[in-house]
């Protein structure tokens, strides 16, 4: 298993650019997330999805779109970048570990500048 | 509401010292606790979790972690630090049913000098 991947690794946008952030994950798991890690702030949710077709919002979900039209892909849309998006996103999904035992796993981020 | 505190923002330590790196948390209901270990440039990594049961929680690296409901409080120890401990932590929360909501702490960074 690759687990969870995202790119890009790094992005540079001018505001008001759109762009999607790809997450992928290849372990069948219902549950994806994104969230945003900014200094200080630690890890603050964005968008969350319990299954293919089913979204909603976390804490911070402004400025940002999301679908899950495959349990395996959950990409994420700037629909207009504005510098307060400058951040290292991190996309995350949750399952069960070959102990049967729940846990989440974390993608290795994307880094995004927007000028 | 939720919240997790993480109370030092950074913590300078010598190798083999041992360290604890303090959480406390706020919430009406039962929670689960977990620590991440982020390294330089890379994702989060679980280091351990609190679900039910005992609560001191042995997790991966040596780190352990014991949870007091009393005190709302779930703090990260190691007996002896590497300088290959040096990260950031995360401590974070969620409430049972409630998973995919986790509230994370703003993170203490880990500085183990030789």
């Known amino acids: 298993n690759a687990g969870v991947t995202q790119t890009p690794k790094f992005q540079v946008l001018k505001t008001g650019q759109s762009m999607t952030l790809q997450c992928a994950q290849d372990m069948n798991h219902e549950y994806m997330s994104w969230y945003r890690q900014d200094p200080g702030m630690g890890l603050r949710l964005i968008h969350y999805?319990?299954?293919?077709?089913?979204?909603d919002q976390g804490e911070v979900p402004n400025g940002y779109n999301v679908s899950r039209s495959t349990t395996e892909d959950f990409p994420l849309r700037l629909l207009s970048a504005a510098p307060s998006q400058t951040s290292v996103y991190f996309c995350a999904s949750r399952g069960k570990t070959a102990m049967n035992r729940e846990t989440q796993y974390f993608g290795p981020g994307t880094r995004l500048l927007v000028l | 509401a939720q919240s997790v505190t993480q109370l030092d923002s950074q913590v300078p330590v010598f190798e083999e010292a041992p360290v604890e790196l303090r959480c406390n948390y706020s919430s009406s209901v039962s929670v689960y606790l977990f620590w991440y270990v982020q390294y330089p440039n890379q994702g989060l990594q679980l280091l351990l979790k609190?679900?039910?049961?005992?609560?001191l929680v042995k997790g991966i690296n040596g780190f352990e972690a014991e949870f007091n409901k009393s005190q709302t409080s779930f703090h990260l120890r190691k007996p002896s630090v590497h300088i290959s401990d040096t990260a950031e932590y995360f401590c974070?929360?969620?409430?049972?049913?409630?998973?995919?909501?986790?509230?994370f702490g703003a993170g203490t960074r880990l500085a183990v000098h030789p």
């Open positions: 974070a929360v969620t409430f049972s049913g409630g998973y995919n909501k986790l509230i």
């Open positions: 609190y679900l039910s049961g005992s609560t």
């Open positions: 999805s319990v299954g293919a077709g089913i979204t």
